[in-house]
Each structure stands twice: as structure tokens, then as C-alpha cells.
């Protein structure tokens, strides 16, 4: 069964930045997309990265396009680094495994759908202005 273990976040100054890690276990495929999203009080949850571990390709929301930085290691440990955070990046944030043996494509549409495999339990960011 997989387990998805988040660590990291804190609260930052905005300007600041602050790295998500995702231990990843219990997960044999050898292809398979992960994503980070992240949910704000009253508000709906949002993908922000995905990374498909086939083909190392990745997609990031419009809002954190060129900010925000998904990545995996040897260790399948997932993660992201997030630079020139903003207030309305403030949310708690989640990795999740959304398919395997898929595109990236198809994982984005996967996680539009909110049909995901496994969601760890969440790491909260917090900028201030």
C-alpha cells in the first residue's frame, strides 16, 4: 500500500522561499505521477506541480509557473521547491500519487478529475506580506 509522507514548510516572509519534501513508500511501479496540490481555508483544492517519473516531464499551474520547481531523487523522495512566495500561496499542501504507467497529460487530467491513488496528510505554508 502506498504512503506518502510530507515534511517541510514553515512560514515565510513573502519574497521568501521554502522546499516541500514527499517520502514515497509501499510504491513498486516503475512508472508513475506524483503531483504536490494544496487546499486554503474556503477554497477549492489546486494542482500546482506534477512530475511523471517515466519521463521526468512535469506541469505546473499557471499560478506558480516559473516559482515553483517539482523534482524526485534516486530515493523517490518528491519535491518542491517553492522561491518568491506570496501571500495567496499560503495553503496546506499535499503530495499525492495520481497514476501509473501514465502520461503527463493524462495524470493532469486524472488530478483535474480528483481521481488520485494516495494523499498524504498535508504540510501548511504560511506567507506573510
Known amino acids: 500500500q502506498e504512503h506518502l509522507l510530507e515534511s517541510g514548510g514553515g512560514s515565510v516572509q513573502a519574497g521568501g522561499s521554502l522546499t516541500l519534501s514527499c517520502i514515497v513508500s509501499?510504491?513498486?511501479?516503475?512508472?508513475?505521477?506524483m503531483g504536490w496540490f494544496r487546499q486554503a481555508p474556503g477554497k477549492e483544492r489546486e494542482g500546482v506541480a506534477y512530475?511523471?517519473?517515466?519521463?521526468?516531464?512535469t506541469i505546473y499551474s499557471d499560478s506558480v509557473r516559473g516559482r515553483f520547481t517539482i523534482a524526485q531523487d534516486n530515493a523517490k523522495t518528491l519535491y518542491l521547491q517553492m522561491t518568491n512566495l506570496k501571500p495567496e500561496d499560503t495553503a496546506k499542501y499535499h503530495c499525492?500519487?495520481?497514476?501509473?504507467?501514465?502520461?503527463?497529460?493524462?495524470?493532469?487530467?486524472?488530478?483535474?478529475?480528483?481521481?488520485?491513488?494516495?494523499w498524504g496528510q498535508g504540510k501548511q505554508v504560511t506567507v506573510s506580506a
Open positions: 509501499g510504491y513498486s511501479y516503475s512508472s508513475y505521477c
Open positions: 512530475f511523471n517519473t517515466g519521463d521526468n516531464s
Open positions: 499525492a500519487a495520481v497514476c501509473t504507467d501514465c502520461t503527463i497529460t493524462w495524470c493532469n487530467k486524472r488530478a483535474q478529475a480528483n481521481a488520485l491513488d494516495a
